[in-house]
């Protein structure tokens, strides 16, 4: 097993108690945390990510927030190099890193032994250029005829990872499967998944959706329209965000696009939930259906740690 001071990684889907766990054993362990939602990178995308605003982070350092502006693109092996950099300054400082996050990727990314493939502009562009004009469905069946067990890894309508598979696989010939990650820690990590029965996930995403159309998201999205957003190709795709754009466009009414938004948030769970599932090193536990399960969340967590320390 590979040495050093442990990570502790929570991981699972959107809206389970990620966040609020890792402020408390932040506090328990000495830690500091480093983020693992693709989108939390945004500035200014707060609401509709769910974002632990400033106030609440109990003087907890955060790192890999607020890294990226909406017109900018996100990049895994960026964020490696930039977040494995963290890891070890934490380290340094005598402190625990603790990431938290649920785009399955970036986590895989920054905790286990992966290599990034070359890119190509030109081949990209083509791509690109193909996804815009033929749609992503298109390529989609293209990456499925030749590497199918990456196809069943990438959502059909992501564009952005279908491009980039098809890139890998004409750049290098082999499949882009093959560059994908494999189960074997970089460090030394304790992985906390959080998981939660559907019923009582869809009512706290249910919730969440209603919270942020009704706490600012739409004014938010505002906000951001002006910083550039439809511009973005990530940034605008984002849950939430890509409803109220349709809204403010008169695509949508209210309702439409808050549900919608809702309808969108289970589907993402769902994907995180077959991302994570099939990793034996994650040590589930019940998250928090109501907020006075919270603080028995963090006792089990805490229970499930406690072998790190001596």
């Known amino acids: 097993m590979p040495l050093g001071t442990p990570i502790i990684a929570i991981v699972g889907a959107t809206a389970t108690g990620k966040s609020g766990l890792s402020i408390a054993l932040a506090e328990e362990y000495g830690g500091e945390v480093i983020n693992a939602d693709a989108l939390q990178f945004y500035r200014g995308m707060d609401i509709g990510t769910a974002k632990l605003p400033p106030s609440e982070r109990r003087g907890i ?152 159309w009704e706490g600012g998201l739409v004014e938010e999205t505002r906000g951001l329209v002006e910083e550039g957003l439809r511009e973005g190709k990530t940034a605008r795709r984002a849950v939430g965000y890509a409803e109220v754009l349709r809204f403010l466009d008169g695509e949508l009414d209210h309702d439409e696009a808050r549900n919608l938004t809702a309808q969108r948030t289970r589907r993402l769970a769902r994907r995180q939930r077959r991302w994570f599932s099939p990793d034996r090193r994650v040590i589930w536990i019940e998250g928090a259906a109501t907020p006075s399960d919270e603080a028995r969340v963090v006792r089990d967590a805490i229970g499930v740690l406690g072998t790190l320390d001596p």
């Open 61 to 212: 350092p955060h790192h890999q927030i607020d890294t990226l502006a909406v017109t900018e693109e996100a990049s895994v092996a960026r964020y490696q190099l930039e977040a494995r950099a963290d890891i070890k300054a934490i380290h340094a400082r005598g402190n625990r890193a603790i990431v938290v996050g649920g785009s399955g990727l970036y986590v895989r990314a920054l905790l286990d032994h992966l290599d990034f493939p070359e890119t190509d502009p030109i081949v990209r562009a083509r791509l690109e250029a193909r996804a815009e004009a033929e749609g992503p469905g298109v390529l989609f069946r293209e990456l499925v005829a030749c590497d199918p067990e990456a196809a069943e890894r990438i959502p059909a309508q992501n564009a952005r990872r279908i491009v980039r598979a098809l890139e890998v696989v004409t750049i290098t010939g082999r499949p882009y499967s093959a560059s994908l990650p494999h189960p074997e820690y970089l460090l030394h990590t304790v992985q906390i998944g959080l998981r939660m029965g559907v019923e009582d996930l869809d009512r706290r995403i249910e919730a969440r959706s209603k919270g942020m």
